[in-house]
Structure formats: structure tokens, C-alpha cells
């Protein structure tokens, strides 16, 4: 089962206008991370947020966390036709096997020039 | 510094045949993770080696292994291929074991098309 659980599922928005999607987990985290992932190709790390952090910013990105309500948003700003991807948050999930890193099913964003 | 890379790009099998698909992690990274894309659900992780040894495994039946050798690259292999093990297959490595506060460098991954 899938520890994150993004929304929208899907995203259409012009060019210039700001994106937010949303990413909620099941279990206590320490750390969450964003990725995105452009059509067909591999993921590409954005941002780590850690548990005691509420907010990060990096460069057009805004990621915030909210532990109590098991929860994190990611903002890109001013949008381009560039950052039409999927975004996947990632958490840690524990295994009989171990710790794994569990990705969420992820937003499909489109930017629309 | 180059980065993950994975071969072969695309493959076409068909069932009942067995594939290998193989990654090359960035230099001194130790981990190597695979994961199995597909639009149903989602990234599903399948592995991770860590120093040649699986550190972790997620739930696949016994058809999907995989090892790591002492260079740090690491092959998939998919026995007795279905149509449902249509894929993308990636692979990410990382400079120490996988958690949520390490970041993961993915390869542009391998499409695998079973008919």
C-alpha cells in the first residue's frame, strides 16, 4: 500500500499562474521529499523537507508540512510550460525487510502556454 | 560526473522469456534501488542493494531478482515474463542505504513491453 496519497490526481492551469498539489501520509515521518518526473523518463529530486521544518523554499518551489494532519504541499509559482511533469511526494515506510522509500500515486500537472 | 544509467532503454519480450535489465549508479554511490512503474500503481518498489547485499524487498513474487556486484552495479532479472510485468523499470541509486532523508538519483529507466 502507498504511504502518500497526492490530490489532485490531475492539474491543468495557463502559464504564469501558480500550481499547488497536496501529498497525504499514513504513519509518522521524519523526513518527506518531492520529486518530479517528466513523461516516460526518471525522477528528479526537488526538495527534503524534515519533520521539525513547516516550510522550504526552493527557487520557484514552496513545500510546506503539516504533521499533525499527516499532510504536505508543494507550490510551484509563476508556472511555465516547463514544469508540466508528475510530482510524487516520498516518505519512509517501514518493512519486515527494512526501511524503503514509498511513493505517492503523484500529480499529473499541465501548463498550458 | 556522470549519472545513473540504465540499459537497455526499451525491449520487447514476450511471455514465457526471461529479461535482465542492468544499472549503472553514479560513481560512489552504494545503494541501488529498482522500482516498477506502470499506470495502475504506480511506483512499486522492488529492491535494494546496498554493498552487494539485498538490504530490503518489496512485495513481488520470486520471479523478480536482482544482485549488486562489487562495483556497485547492480542487474534486474525477470524470469517466466507475464504481460502484466509490462513496465517502466527504474533504478536510483544514492551514496548510502534508502530513507526519506537521503536523496535518490534515478536513471531514465527501461520500458519493457511483454506480448
Known amino acids: 500500500s502507498q504511504q502518500g496519497e497526492e490530490d489532485p490526481q490531475a492539474l491543468s492551469i495557463q502559464e504564469g499562474e501558480n500550481a499547488t498539489m497536496n501529498c497525504s501520509y499514513k504513519?509518522?515521518?521524519?523526513?518527506l521529499q518531492w520529486y518530479r518526473q517528466n513523461s516516460g523518463r526518471g525522477l528528479v529530486h526537488l526538495i527534503l523537507i524534515r519533520s521539525n521544518e513547516r516550510e522550504k523554499h526552493s527557487g520557484r518551489l514552496r513545500v510546506t508540512l503539516d504533521t499533525s494532519k499527516k499532510s504536505s504541499s508543494l507550490l510551484i509559482t509563476a508556472s511555465r510550460a516547463a514544469d508540466t511533469a508528475s510530482y510524487f511526494c516520498?516518505?519512509?515506510?517501514?518493512?519486515?525487510?527494512?526501511?524503503?522509500?514509498?511513493f505517492g500515486a503523484g500529480t499529473i500537472l499541465r501548463v498550458k502556454s | 560526473k556522470a549519472g545513473v544509467t540504465q540499459t537497455p532503454r526499451y525491449l520487447i519480450k514476450t511471455r514465457g522469456q526471461q529479461v535482465t535489465l542492468s544499472c549503472s549508479p553514479i560513481?560512489?554511490?552504494?545503494?541501488v534501488s529498482w522500482y516498477q512503474q506502470t499506470p495502475g500503481q504506480g511506483l512499486q518498489f522492488l529492491f535494494e542493494?546496498?554493498?552487494?547485499?539485498?538490504?530490503n524487498k518489496g512485495n513481488f513474487p520470486g520471479r523478480f531478482s536482482g544482485r549488486q556486484f562489487s562495483n556497485s552495479r547492480s542487474e534486474m532479472n525477470v524470469s517466466t515474463l507475464e504481460l502484466g510485468d509490462s513496465a517502466l523499470y527504474l533504478c536510483a541509486s544514492s551514496l548510502v542505504v534508502v530513507s526519506a532523508k537521503n536523496i535518490q538519483y534515478f536513471g531514465a529507466g527501461t520500458r519493457l513491453s511483454v506480448l
Open positions: 516520498a516518505t519512509d515506510a517501514i518493512s519486515e525487510y527494512g526501511n524503503k522509500l514509498v
Open positions: 560513481s560512489g554511490h552504494r545503494s
Open positions: 542493494y546496498f554493498s552487494e547485499t539485498q538490504r
Open positions: 504513519t509518522s515521518i521524519n523526513n
